[in-house]
């Protein structure tokens, strides 16, 4: 259904060009009902794992331990960089969980995925949740960073899960 050309957009060029993608797809997947309900499951138990997990992050006080060090120079690890590797699968994910994703411009040396109140993203992308860094891993107590790990491993495999239903949605048409 879709070329290789197209696969390779949805995973390379600028975050608002994937997220353009991302919209596109969206509206494709949402307007000829190529969600069966099954699908549509799989997205509920994403969104009550991401719900887990944050709820879990926040009684660790990770929020506050990031925006702290974040606000330092140098610190944070929620960069440009990090947004150049968000591809438009992980964005059509959290457009199906209803996030609305409106980048910030301009988008410095941050991740223009960032908002008011942290990451912008519900499911967020692999990397930003395998990263712990030395001070969650030093602040947290080790019955909450195996709960947290145990979280993440949750929400990732779903995830994963998802974006491989996709992508056959995506290459073979209705199922």
Request: charged share 20%; net charge negative.
């Amino acid at each position: 259904m879709y070329s290789s050309t197209r696969f390779q957009k949805w995973y390379n060029g600028s975050p608002k060009e994937k997220l353009a993608e991302a919209r596109a797809l969206f509206s494709h997947l949402t307007t000829d009902a190529r969600l069966d309900a099954p699908f549509l499951l799989k997205i509920e138990g994403l969104r009550n794992g991401c719900h887990e997990l944050s709820t879990h992050m926040n009684t660790m006080q990770l929020g506050q331990l990031c925006c702290r060090c974040g606000s330092q120079p140098g610190g944070g690890c929620c960069s440009a960089y990090m947004a150049d590797n968000t591809d438009s699968m992980q964005m059509v994910i959290n457009l199906l969980l209803g996030v609305e994703l409106s980048p910030r411009e301009p988008a410095d040396n941050d991740c223009c995925f960032l908002g008011p109140r942290g990451c912008l993203f519900m499911a967020k992308p692999i990397f930003c949740l395998n990263y712990n860094c030395t001070h969650i891993l030093t602040g947290g107590a080790p019955t909450a960073l195996v709960v947290l790990e145990q979280c993440t491993a949750s929400v990732l495999t779903l995830q994963i899960e998802i974006e491989t239903l996709l992508l056959e949605i995506l290459r073979h048409g209705d199922r």
